[in-house]
């Protein structure tokens, strides 16, 4: 079996090769078969050589993309806690708010704050369930919570000028416990403030590194690809040398 040298690579099979007709200028058959495996294994270094630049690169930007994956996973699950955290100081803070509000309704009588009272305490307890039902931004939650930090000042107000009665040191325990509930609240608000555009930016990092493996890797599989080839060919051409070896020594 023989095989004609062009300058463009050589990927061989077996069918590749045909016996050249009488006439066709050819090399000595050992001599050819000799330039076709040096012909795959310059591929195959130049290949090889490219392919373990390419695998560093590969792994490299997989290694940074993994680890903005996790850096910003680590902070959207301290985002969900804060969040948990929070809905729960508002339900909480609900439930204090409404016991308080019966508290004062208590022995309710025709004082001229009487319908503002009313008013005030709808308000509220609207905004409350508003706040804990419905899927919002930040900006607008921090809003309604604003909301209902002035409609309970006022709340207080009103109650203070009216006559002292046997519930208002309940009251007023609940009322400083709704305090702390929302500044607690408050807290888990800023903290989620802080921290949400660090999340942003490791997931657009992330983004960016995984935009840059996926155009890495299909060189990086191309490469793997052609340097099966040419070890399949070397191998194919390599095992024809050793049968013609194994032939002349027969001959002989």
């Not at 948990?84 to 439930?95: P, V």
Request: net charge negative; hydrophobic share 35%.
């Amino acid at each position: 079996m023989i095989d004609i040298v062009t300058d463009s690579e050589i990927t061989a099979t077996s069918s590749d090769v045909e016996i050249p007709s009488e006439g066709i200028v050819v090399r000595d058959e050992i001599e050819l078969i000799d330039s076709v495996i040096a012909k795959h294994r310059r591929f195959l270094d130049e290949y090889q050589s490219e392919f373990l630049a390419s695998d560093s690169q590969v792994s490299t930007l997989r290694e940074l993309s993994d680890e903005e994956k996790r850096a910003r996973d680590k902070i959207n699950e301290h985002v969900a806690g804060l969040k948990e955290r929070r809905q729960l100081l508002y339900h909480q803070a609900k439930q204090c708010r409404i016991e308080m509000f019966d508290l004062i309704n208590i022995n309710r009588d025709m004082q001229k704050d009487e319908q503002e009272m009313a008013r005030l305490q709808k308000e509220v307890e609207m905004l409350d369930w508003k706040l804990q039902t419905t899927v919002m931004g930040i900006r607008k939650e921090r809003e309604i919570v604003e909301k209902i930090k002035k409609l309970s000042l006022r709340i207080e107000e009103i109650n203070d000028g009216r006559p002292t009665g046997g519930t208002d040191q309940e009251i007023k325990r609940l009322s400083a416990r709704i305090k702390e509930m929302m500044e607690e609240a408050d807290e888990c608000h800023k903290e989620l403030v802080s921290i949400a555009d660090q999340s942003q930016e490791h997931h657009g990092s992330f983004i960016e590194y995984a935009e840059q493996l996926r155009g890495a890797r299909g060189r990086h599989i191309w490469l793997q690809n052609r340097i099966k080839s040419h070890k399949t060919a070397v191998d194919y051409w390599e095992g024809k040398q050793r049968e013609m070896a194994a032939g002349g020594d027969n001959s002989d």
